[in-house]
């Protein structure tokens, strides 16, 4: 299916480059739309990056979001590493695959996930080897976090502290360490998702790419594993910690557990990203390796009650969209509902992982699609 349109991503040239001449605009993972903010992250920082919408262009075929604004992670939350390494092309990157909005906090997901090394061009048998055996885990992936957010004209601004009905908010994140957190700690036990935290997200090891907020819950689209096929969700709860600046598991089921699972045929594919529509989740699907599609977008009815572990068939989640990608280029990696006029909800975002030169306007532009989602919506 092709885009209905498209919106121009103006980021500023001075913030655009990422270690070793990588840009922003790359490597987008995420997107969510609060107002006339757009919400962007890239998967090998350690900030946001917040545009503006404008009006569409005189041929109405596109819009434009501009006036980047960057917001780094650390002036709000204690990340266990700190923003650079040994050097500042060395960046301990958050690895941001999850954004979502629950009207006071904007909560943010790292990707939780291993790293293996890749071979370069040029390299021997003997070193490629080695890199291929290199297996890292970088602290700050280690990332369940929220932000307290304010209004901002039309749009929206981060804070560490604000004031709202009922107190004040702060910004805090899951207890851990480099190491882990509360989360990978008990999921080391689990019996499905257990054996799967010690394999790099890239070959189908532990691997969040999506994150919903669900009433007083949040849900975790899980790229890896897939497991025969299935992909899972973690459903679990956050609540304040007795430690400032400190999130804690709560009991999400009515027996306690501290996360529950739920796993949706997506025909082999794995979890993306994440995105709320009403009562329901829009499943952005795509391989749990490192590979070209196929991607489609799956709506998913949540069950009424909350807490409760589920096996969702594939007969039970409407198909909607068959999204393009290219051949090592434009893989769909992050989405975000878009219309914020009388066809709200209409309208999808996505943005793109590995953008590829015809997708790169100037020096820091890219282009997003916008596709039309059938009228089931």
Known sequence: MHPSNIVLLEFHPERDELCYG????????????????????????????????????????????????????HDYLDLPLPPHGETPDDINEADIEGLACDGKYLWIAGSHSLRRKQPKDGDGAKKAHRRLATVSADGNRYLLARIPVLKEGDGYTLAREAAHKGGKHSAALLRGDEHG??????????????????????????????????????????????????????????????????????????????????????????????????????????????????????????????????????????????????????????????DAGKGAGKSLLVVHDAASPSRQIGESTVVADVFTVPGSL
């Open 181 to 338: 957190n509360e989360l990978t700690a008990l999921l080391k036990h689990d019996e499905h998702l257990g054996p799967f935290l010690a394999i790099p997200g890239k070959d189908n090891g532990f691997d969040i790419e999506g994150l919903a907020v669900a009433g007083k819950h949040l849900l975790l689209g899980l790229r890896g594993p897939v497991l025969r096929g299935w992909a899972a969700v973690v459903e679990i709860a956050l609540v304040e910690d007795e430690l400032p600046g400190r999130l804690r598991l709560a009991p999400v089921a009515d027996d306690g557990r501290l996360y529950i699972k739920h796993f949706l045929d997506l025909g082999g594919l794995g979890i993306r990203d994440l995105c709320v529509l009403g009562k329901d989740i829009l499943v952005l699907a795509g391989p749990t390796m490192d590979l070209d599609g196929p991607v489609s977008l799956f709506r998913w009815r949540l069950e009424p009650k909350r807490g409760k572990e589920s096996v969702v068939p594939a007969s039970d989640l409407a198909r909607l969209l068959q999204l393009p990608f290219g051949e090592g280029v434009d893989h769909p990696e992050g989405i975000t509902l878009f």
């Open 22 to 73: 990588k840009e922003l605009r790359d490597g987008l993972s995420v997107a969510l739309r609060m107002g006339d903010s757009l919400w962007l992250a890239n998967d090998e920082s350690v900030s946001l990056e917040r545009l503006t919408v404008c009006q569409e262009d005189s041929t109405g075929n596109s819009s434009f979001a501009r006036e980047h604004r960057q917001y780094a992670l």
